[in-house]
């Protein structure tokens, strides 16, 4: 017992020294374990995020605007691709956290379970979630596990392009014709209450948060974020001539920050337990794609077999 907490003390210390925990260091369990929960979630969330988008790439409105989906889409599946390797530098096998996607034991971000019903949807993706995913992640350019750090390093490159593209969507459409205009703030409308849910529930309220910041894990807590990201999207809006839908938003003298209504966190709730729009098609569909791609991954595995035993001779 001793011997556990004079470790625990070591691995605190090291943390607080701003120094990184790499695979091969001890850690503790629950350490381990929040990590492997938060990584899957993150990695599961970048596959699932891409079926919303993917549904508009064959009905974009130009070549060009079809091109940067098409490459967005593409940066999706290689943000999973990088936090499942980072998932299984904790002891993980891809295949288990995939199987528990699939299954549906794990979660993914709650967003994803709302459909994308117009092509300003996409520009609200953009702009909203891959923002709020923005403010969520540069913090973890500076998380204590060394291989998730790095990881997000190059996401958070891409993912500040993918919001860029989402907000010059929808500064187009509010530039464009009056249906152009109420397609726009219609997204808007539909995609702001879930986008400050992605923050996860109030900090009193959340199962992880407090632990995640002790071991640096997270660096800022959800009420902050989402603080953050309310103050930063509001003057957006107000560039490009977009209403917020909040009629209890203004500004606050005295804080220094914007004050905003009640989250409905009934509705967070309800489609974290899988009663979202889409959350039965999300998981059809990825347990589809799963199916029909068996065949590429045995042709892999027999490749990479194959390749072996031609080495060894």
Not at 51 to 71: M, Q, T, V, Y
């Amino acid at each position: 017992m001793t011997e556990v907490k004079n470790l625990e003390e070591m691995f605190q210390a090291k943390i607080d020294a701003e120094q990184k925990i790499e695979p091969k260091d001890w850690m503790p369990e629950e350490y381990r374990k929040n990590l492997v929960r938060q990584i899957s979630q993150h990695a599961h969330s970048e596959v699932v995020g891409m079926l919303p988008e993917g549904n508009w790439i064959s009905r974009a409105p130009s070549l060009r605007r079809k091109a940067i989906l098409l490459a967005k889409v593409q940066d999706e599946a290689g943000h999973g691709l990088y936090l499942y390797s980072a998932c299984e530098t904790l002891g993980t096998s891809r295949e288990k956290t995939i199987e528990d996607l699939l299954s549906g034991k794990a979660k993914y971000s709650s967003i994803f379970n709302y459909p994308t019903i117009t092509w300003a949807d996409i520009g609200a993706v953009g702009w909203l979630v891959d923002g709020a995913a923005i403010m969520n992640q540069v913090m973890l350019t500076r998380t204590s596990y060394g291989p998730y750090a790095r990881a997000m390093v190059r996401i958070c490159k891409e993912e500040s392009f993918h919001q860029r593209q989402g907000y010059e969507i929808m500064s187009v459409l509010a530039k464009g014709t009056k249906e152009q205009q109420q397609m726009a703030q219609d997204a808007l409308d539909r995609w702001w209450w879930p986008s400050l849910m992605m923050f996860g529930p109030n900090d009193a309220e959340s199962a992880h948060s407090a632990q995640s910041m002790t071991w640096k894990i997270k660096r800022e807590s959800n009420d902050e974020l989402r603080q953050k990201f309310i103050d930063r999207t509001v003057q957006q809006a107000e560039v490009i001539g977009l209403r917020i839908p909040d009629s209890d938003l203004k500004w606050n003298e005295s804080t220094g920050h914007y004050d905003f209504g009640p989250i409905d966190w009934d509705e967070f709730w309800n489609v974290v337990k899988g009663n979202g729009p889409c959350n039965k098609a999300r998981l059809e569909a990825r347990n589809k794609a799963h199916d029909e791609g068996a065949w590429v991954r045995e042709a892999a595995l027999a490749y990479a077999a194959k390749r072996k035993e031609r080495v060894a001779a």
